[in-house]
Structure formats: structure tokens, C-alpha cells
């Protein structure tokens, strides 16, 4: 089984709405990863989880809010959003080995198309 | 940063073959992904090369040269359904698994 799920497929807020964005993977995989795409470019990376713990934050801005409740969950939480930031979110994951983390297995859920009005 | 070069864009007709080619210039590279895209979908995993050659899976090949820094992904017996953007990625050593992507090449598929 190599999938990540994601929900909601959909999500439309306003720029004054709390929502969340969930990933799940039962891979085994300890790493999980946020990616933003805007249309016509690549995944830009926004963060990193290895065992459950934030790795990397590429200078995301706070009203996003990652969270990793356990090791087959990936939350992100969404709060004050901008119209900008409407894009497609794509959670990923890949096994960790050793303490090193194996990118030749990082695999991509299908992505929450998400539209700030 | 990281310098991923990869064409806008490639025309081919159903059958053919195609040749993605991949340009990049990092410091501590560890290895390079290929992923295919459709349009409003997520990428989908293709190939992973960390050593220099050629590997092949079906009608999708994929070659890296480390010392020039430079892959390729071959795509033979082309099919309607293979018109999408295939994406370049490199990994870096110690990078807790981030992946520099490049900007994408949108292979389009004529009858």
C-alpha cells in the first residue's frame, strides 16, 4: 500500500474561518512533509515532520499551523488566510531508516484544492 | 540555492519517444526524482536515481550522471494519457528529505 490520503479533496474559506487540512499515511513512513502549489508551477515546501517532531519550517507564515498528532497523521491547520494563498496542498511522506530520512520513498497524497475568498 | 533546468514544454505524437532532459547544479546532492503531474492532480512517484546509469520500468527509463550533472527521463511507445508535466526533483544529503523541484516540462501528446 503506497497511499496518503487527504481531506477534504475541496475546501473554500473566508479569510476570516478556521479550517484544517488532514493527511494520512499507514506506511510506516516517519517523515511527512506540506507542500503548496500554485497552478503552473512546482510543490514549494512549507514543512517537515521526522518522528512526530518538527524538522523544517521554510519560513511559512504563522497562519498556518502544522501539527503532527501521531505518526500516521499530518494536520494543518489554517487560520486568517489570505486570497493568495489559495492553491493546492500536498501532504507527502518516506520512510525514515537509521535516523536518516529516505527521500526514494517520498510519495504524495492527491492534494486539498483550497480557494480564500 | 539550487539550479533545476528542465524545457517548458515538448510535443510528441502517440507512439514515439520523448526525451526529458534535466540540468542541475547543487552542492551535497544525494539523489533525483522523477515525478508526472496532470493537470489539478498531485505528482506521482515515476523514478528515483541516486547512482550514475540507466534505469528502466516499462515504457519510462531514467538516466543520471552525477559527475555532470545532468538526467534524463525517457518515455517510449507514447500514449494519449501520458500528456502531463513531469517534474525534475533533487534530494540533498542531510536535508531531512526536502526536494528542490524544477519548474516542470509539460510533454503534450498529438494523435
Known amino acids: 500500500d503506497t497511499e496518503v490520503t487527504q481531506t477534504p479533496k475541496h475546501l473554500v474559506m473566508g479569510m476570516t474561518n478556521k479550517k484544517s487540512l488532514k493527511c494520512e499515511q499507514h506506511?510506516?513512513?516517519?517523515?511527512m512533509y506540506w507542500y503548496k502549489q500554485k497552478a503552473k508551477k512546482p510543490p514549494e515546501l512549507m514543512f517537515v515532520?521526522?518522528?512526530?517532531?518538527?524538522?523544517i519550517n521554510e519560513s511559512v507564515p504563522s497562519r498556518f499551523s502544522p501539527e503532527c498528532p501521531n505518526s500516521s497523521l499530518l494536520n494543518l491547520h489554517l487560520h486568517a488566510l489570505q486570497p493568495e494563498d489559495s492553491a493546492l496542498y500536498l501532504c507527502a511522506s518516506s520512510q525514515v531508516v537509521g535516523g536518516r530520512i529516505h527521500t526514494d520513498t517520498q510519495y504524495f497524497g492527491p492534494g486539498t484544492r483550497l480557494t480564500v475568498l | 540555492g539550487q539550479n533545476i533546468d528542465q524545457p517548458t514544454e515538448m510535443t510528441a505524437t502517440e507512439g514515439a519517444i520523448v526525451q526529458i532532459n534535466c540540468t542541475y547544479q547543487t552542492s551535497g546532492f544525494n539523489g533525483l526524482f522523477w515525478y508526472q503531474q496532470h493537470a489539478g492532480e498531485a505528482p506521482t512517484f515515476l523514478s528515483y536515481?541516486?547512482?550514475?546509469g540507466l534505469e528502466e520500468k516499462g515504457r519510462f527509463s531514467s538516466f543520471l550522471s552525477r559527475s555532470k550533472g545532468y538526467s534524463y527521463l525517457l518515455l517510449k511507445e507514447l500514449q494519449m494519457k501520458d500528456s502531463a508535466s513531469y517534474l525534475c526533483?533533487?534530494?540533498?544529503?542531510?536535508?531531512?528529505?526536502?526536494?528542490?523541484f524544477g519548474a516542470g516540462t509539460q510533454v503534450v501528446v498529438t494523435p
Open positions: 515532520y521526522s518522528y512526530e517532531k518538527l524538522s
Open positions: 526533483a533533487v534530494s540533498l544529503v542531510d536535508s531531512w528529505g526536502k526536494l528542490q
Open positions: 506506511m510506516g513512513h516517519r517523515a
Open positions: 536515481n541516486v547512482l550514475d
